[in-house]
């Protein structure tokens, strides 16, 4: 794909400084860039790079002084740089219908602008959407219901029941609907709970890969519309998580729990079962959740406090022993002065 | 299904209170149960559902006052519940039979009354006993051996001479088998060793998805009778778990460490390599084990202390910062009445 | 295989200490062998169980008193134990060319050495290499170039363009090249930035199961040559990963991180983005950088600190309650001295 300086502006409302007819073919880091290329800068940390840098242009946000380089000037240059790249990079999907080597159930109904890859399975009474692309190896149990212009990566599983909307990702490998972790123990071991719930992946969910998303004992597990898992994340049974959350690699939330809305939690956060936690919450990586969280908030540490305490906190740890020892002495001198005190 | 309210109290050895040939259809939570429904309360903090509970029935303990509900009345309404969804909910697999589109070695011994669905590979002079499924893209290495009455979900994977016993789970993604992470400095970088062991999975063992049991060094790494694991665990090489023990998700055990019978880590809790651990250990969520543990303790924190002392140590831990600063005012207050003292 | 002990002290450079004509069979664990088993000392706190050895030999460094055993003395066991167990245990891998039932792309250049297994699918345009094994279910997505002599265990996977270099080894379901987790707010939502960056692993690189290696937005992820992943590690969008690290189970390591080389991280260990990590930098299970690393340290903890120091700080942090309680005491105690002092 090509596009001038000034079609790129209109996409992302921008403004361009400089020459408008420039060609621009690629979207490439501020170190790399070359000729025919376009570059951004979001982070103005990277600013110092803009005088050797080599693009045919630049993303940035007003108030930037880079004289004589052709600009698109405008208000996110970050969002600015992802619809460009997309324009530019990102080939459209084409539609191959069900290719020889997938085995898809009679009784499933995959939509003709959908793509199946060889080594795929579709179960019984599956139903898959427009412009779906199943890449090789993915599995769908019985009774899957897959909306339009989904993308599941290789090797990702949904099992029976389970329902995702529309433009849903799934990264390789994410496992939907698995077994809840649920027994009751019943004097000599464990009697497995059956999880006879599913998972709803509502519109615009992306799951990383190798997470798990496990079906409901009853009911459902449920993660609204916009959330985005990224790798290795685990969501438990019953979990409802609200919409446009970000749940950043290696994180958990146990069973039962529901998340707000506009939440994001760090990698290798784990939110406790049976929690409510509000909307807009913030939890740094590592942050563990024990109690119910209000709205509003950015927390860190186990158990969780405001970040800025946490900073506070945990850069006083190492000196712990310090402190121990220098206690140890007060209460020595402590004890001299009142011995001095009762001698007068 | 269905069954009368009667049968069902038989099913679980409760007590039926109200009327015994009441028609049963499904089991579902107390707050979506409607007519012809049963439900549970097994955590008091449900309780004060109950008066707006529209279910036909509901499963209870001894001792609460439900005036004019229909009830079974036993001893553990949890267990009762399991057994109760499992009986109306829980369909009977059906035998299909090694499905076309499944590759199986001619030297494979599949039972007859197995199931192996589409997209799946057996090895070389595997077993896999009767009542056995392999949903579709289960791969089993040469030499593995599987009892019966196993489900092996989508995309498990159990490596070359593995052994698993009856009535073992593998939820989809689980991976049995793959080589311990062993690598010996030879100066110039690091040289593989190889991992001839293998893993046992004894029987009523379930794996959870994406969850991982290294094959050992030498010798065997074994999950005893019982013992589940949650979805994202790690079981390194030559590790040993008693029976029913019970793992939560994204926890791990570290090489050649032996954990006894019916101890339960919380999640993303850690055990350090070459340990023992006793039995009827609890470690609390994110807890980790750097050293032995001996029998009957409940723990958490890194070190691990008892869990009644991690609680009150890390609800101190907010506030370091401020005990810091006192400190030093004591301390200036201290030196001042030592100069005080010093001039009278 | 069989092997005489001359042989073998000659593969390791030892020497042999006793009968150099005896035949080694086998290698077992210090408390398992038998007859025909050589075995092997690395660990002094194992060297009690010599006593009762009955391995036809021992592999061991010199300065170790054993009277009466046949022994390899030399200078690094482990290694020697590594190497002898490759010779006489590991067999050597077939070359079986593209089995029946693989999916391989007609545009696909598979060297006639290589091995396909059943339930693969080879996209367009795929290089493998001499004496590289696929083994069953592994997907290859278009452009992927994998060199000689790797091994893609079961369920495997490469997205498109990604390059593999020599010996590189992957684990059963580990995921090279998914999408790195980028997605800039727009008002509304999140949108997805494009990721149209590749992975790179170079020559003798290792990644365990269920690990993943996200692809980059804009240029490459890069794991340099010898480094070893353990499972269920997370390797976040262009992060570079030196030589010759190790990077032990469930740790993680987020976007636009350098690591240097010769590091090793413990398990669920933790860099945070955009960091710059030096070499032989040594960090303790759970350890967890927020800002660089210079070289040449052992650190644990979050924040990290020196390993020692974070041993006692931690060591203290369990006597934080009495601490607080004792403070509160010193300081009423302070008190009434001043209260004392000013009736004076």
């Given at each position: 794909m090509m596009a001038t300086l000034q079609q790129l502006a209109d996409l992302v409302c921008g403004e361009v400084c400089g020459d408008p007819d420039l060609d621009i073919y690629r979207v490439a880091p501020i170190d790399k860039a070359q000729e025919g290329d376009i570059t951004f800068v979001a982070n103005p940390k990277y600013l110092a790079l803009l005088?050797?840098?080599?693009?045919s242009a630049v993303i940035l946000t007003s108030g930037v002084d880079a004289p004589g380089m052709n600009l698109i000037v405008c208000k996110n240059p970050y969002l600015a740089f992802a619809k460009i790249l997309t324009l530019l990079q990102v080939p459209e999907r084409q539609v191959?219908?069900?290719i020889p080597g997938a085995w898809v159930a009679e009784s499933a109904d995959v939509d003709k602008l959908a793509t199946v890859y060889p080594g795929c399975v579709v179960g019984e009474r599956v139903k898959i959407g427009a412009g779906t692309t199943l890449y090789p190896g993915v599995v769908l149990y019985d009774d899957v219901i897959?909306?339009?212009d989904c993308v599941l990566h290789a090797k990702s599983v949904v099992r029976e029941g389970c329902r995702l909307g529309d433009r849903v990702i799934l990264q390789p490998a994410s496992i939907i609907g698995s077994d809840g972790f649920g027994f009751a123990p019943d004097g000599s071991g464990y009697y497995k709970i059956p999880q006879v719930g599913i998972v709803v992946l509502e519109d615009d969910v992306e799951i990383g890969s190798n997470s798990c998303v496990d079906r409901?004992?009853?009911?459902e597990t449920r993660i609204q519309r916009g959330t985005k898992l990224d790798n290795l994340v685990q969501i438990a049974h019953n979990v409802v998580v609200g919409e446009d959350c970000i749940l950043v690699s290696q994180s958990g939330i146990a069973g039962s729990t529901r998340v707000g809305n506009h939440c994001t939690f760090g990698g290798q956060a784990a939110i406790a079962g049976h929690l409510k936690v509000g909307d807009n919450v913030m939890i740094g990586g590592r942050g563990g959740a024990t109690n119910d969280v209000a709205s509003n908030q950015i927390l860190s540490g186990l158990p969780l406090m405001p970040?800025?305490?946490w900073l506070r906190a945990t850069m006083t740890l190492p000196k712990l022993p310090e402190m121990r020892k220098e206690m140890k002495q007060m209460k020595k001198r402590l004890e001299e002065l009142e011995a001095l005190l009762q001698e007068k």
């Open positions: 005088g050797k840098c080599q693009a191959k219908g069900i897959i909306g339009e409901a004992a009853l009911g970040h800025k305490q």
